[in-house]
């Protein structure tokens, strides 16, 4: 049966590892199934509700590929449908008027608990007509309260958690409308479901405790609730909470820091739910066809960012060149990279592509192993520290190679490597003290893209022209 599946973020933050992974399971069921993907802004929290974080929401999905068929609702759009979901409770008598002070409610709770009873507030429903006139003419007004029947149950069919019972007395009378007439997240999003006709609702696990408010009002207002599945927590690897200490960024920072679109879909998908315990690489397409809910684990996820890093570089490498260097340059543009150097830095990060695609992680790591090619040779502080330990012998291995490379005819990979492989075996040194060397000498760095391949990327002229520079730094300190 095709499902109608919302989405429902508040736009108080950015799109986040949970949120998304939620957005995702619901999307995937919505496309599973044939059906509709809604996407409706819970933003009646006005104060903490933002446009920036709205707009932030929309373009994660649009990178993530969550298109959604219906929306963007807001609920702040929608004042109406509460208002009259609201009066049609207080006719059916359901809700009432609630004129306790937050003060009166606060000894309620401190008076059940000395009590040892669940703090558990209800509203007294006994006021004169006296007394409320009295409290209108202080100017107060009502919030109002549900009022739940005491002696009943609810019991949640949850897909993910199988059957979950609720006393009622130990749910409060909660408040559907606050005493400025704002509906509540409760009301609101019980009343969307219903009216935006959501067959299933997919959310995280922290929202359970809601569920049973929200299918009362509800079946109080006449409907069927939909199917609920709520889904694990997601942890940390420390099986600590998830947070930004485990690196959990939101969707954008992890674009912007250069993990690929399909390494973080992937990794979203599993967490807590997976196919056959060990396929970690799915297509969209085969995400759709082989998600179900009946595979969501009820144990926490865990997110590891090491592991999505992992995911990463394999997505990278499965990339073909033209994409992987399309995906490079949009990235490093985003980043700034191309602001302050000429038009022939696109096409040299372009040649250089391939040289890179099986060494990085994230894009990100491009400045890091290529950025040397684009700015004069700079060596780093730790570089240096390992070029100085042995002057002598990082001169003989820089000048050896110096030597060798001045000999070549042709300077392509294949004749630099010969050249000082075949160095290497008459100087009898180990290759990494003899090349280590070098590779500083060229760019300035103890990691960088392969010795033989940035020669070939710096060229000739250029690398050569390192070699000496640094041989010169160093010649001055060896005869000081
Ligand atoms: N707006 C809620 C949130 O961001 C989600 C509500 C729901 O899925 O029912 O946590």
Request: hydrophobic share 45%; charged share 30%.
């Given at each position: 049966m095709p499902a109608r599946v919302r989405f429902a973020p508040s736009p108080t933050g950015n799109l986040h590892v949970g949120g998304a992974r939620t957005a995702l399971f619901s999307w995937l069921v919505a496309r599973h199934t044939g059906g509709t993907y809604v996407l409706r802004l819970e933003d009646t929290d006005r104060e903490r509700s933002t446009p920036e974080s709205e707009a932030q929401i929309l373009r994660a999905l649009e990178w993530l590929g969550l298109n959604w068929d219906e929306g963007p609702y807001r609920q702040s759009d929608r004042g109406e449908v509460y208002l009259s979901a609201i009066d049609r409770l207080k006719d059916a008598g359901i809700v009432y008027a609630a004129w306790e002070t937050e003060a009166e409610l606060e000894r309620q709770r401190t008076d059940a608990r000395q009590n040892k009873r669940a703090p558990v507030v209800r509203g007294r429903r006994d006021w004169t007509a006296e007394q409320i006139a009295g409290f209108e003419a202080e100017g107060r007004t009502p919030a109002w309260r549900f009022a739940v029947e005491v002696t009943g149950q609810t019991v949640i069919d949850d897909y993910v958690r199988g059957e979950v019972t609720f006393e009622h007395g130990a749910i409060e009378d909660f408040v559907v409308a606050r005493s400025d007439g704002t509906p509540t997240y409760n009301l609101a999003a019980a009343v969307?479901?219903?009216?935006?006709?959501?067959?299933?609702?997919?959310?995280?696990?922290?929202?359970?405790?809601?569920?049973?408010?929200?299918?009362?009002?509800?079946?109080?207002?006449?409907?069927?609730?939909?199917?609920?599945?709520?889904?694990?927590?997601?942890?940390?690897?420390?099986?600590?909470?998830?947070?930004?200490?485990?690196?959990?960024?939101?969707?954008?920072?992890?674009?912007?820091?250069?993990?690929?679109?399909?390494?973080?879909?992937?990794?979203?998908?599993?967490?807590?739910?997976?196919?056959d315990d060990k396929t970690t690489m799915f297509t969209v397409d085969e995400l759709i066809e082989k998600f179900s809910v009946a595979r969501i684990s009820k144990s926490p996820a865990i997110f590891d960012l090491?592991?999505?890093?992992?995911?990463?570089?394999?997505?990278?490498?499965?990339?073909?060149?033209?994409?992987?260097?399309?995906?490079?340059?949009?990235?490093?543009?985003?980043?700034?990279?191309?602001?302050?150097?000429?038009?022939?830095?696109?096409?040299?990060?372009?040649?250089?592509?391939?040289?890179?695609?099986?060494?990085?992680?994230?894009?990100?790591?491009?400045?890091?192993?290529?950025?040397?090619?684009?700015?004069?040779?700079?060596?780093?502080?730790?570089a240096w520290e390992s070029l100085t330990a042995d002057v002598r012998k990082s001169i003989q291995a820089i000048g050896g190679g110096l030597a060798r490379l001045e000999l070549l005819d042709a300077f392509e990979q294949d004749e630099i490597k010969d050249a000082l492989q075949d160095q290497l075996h008459i100087l009898g040194e180990d290759a990494r003290g003899f090349l280590e060397p070098q590779r500083i000498a060229l760019t300035g760095q103890r990691v960088s893209t392969g010795i033989y391949e940035s020669l070939v990327l710096a060229g000739r002229d250029e690398a050569l022209g390192r070699y000496r520079q640094t041989l010169a730094r160093l010649a001055d300190i060896w005869v000081a």
């Open positions: 969307d479901d219903m009216e935006m006709g959501i067959t299933h609702v997919i959310r995280g696990e922290d929202h359970l405790s809601n569920t049973p408010k929200q299918m009362m009002v509800i079946r109080a207002l006449g409907a069927e609730p939909p199917e609920y599945a709520h889904i694990p927590l997601i942890l940390g690897p420390d099986k600590k909470r998830l947070s930004k200490r485990h690196g959990a960024a939101s969707v954008e920072e992890l674009r912007e820091s250069g993990f690929v679109q399909p390494a973080v879909l992937n990794a979203l998908a599993l967490l807590g739910w997976s196919f090491k592991k999505l890093e992992v995911l990463n570089g394999r997505y990278l490498r499965m990339m073909d060149a033209d994409a992987f260097a399309d995906a490079l340059v949009a990235h490093l543009a985003r980043r700034g990279f191309f602001a302050d150097k000429d038009a022939a830095a696109e096409a040299l990060v372009r040649e250089i592509a391939p040289a890179v695609k099986r060494k990085l992680t994230t894009l990100d790591d491009f400045e890091a192993l290529a950025g040397w090619l684009f700015r004069p040779l700079e060596i780093e502080p730790d």
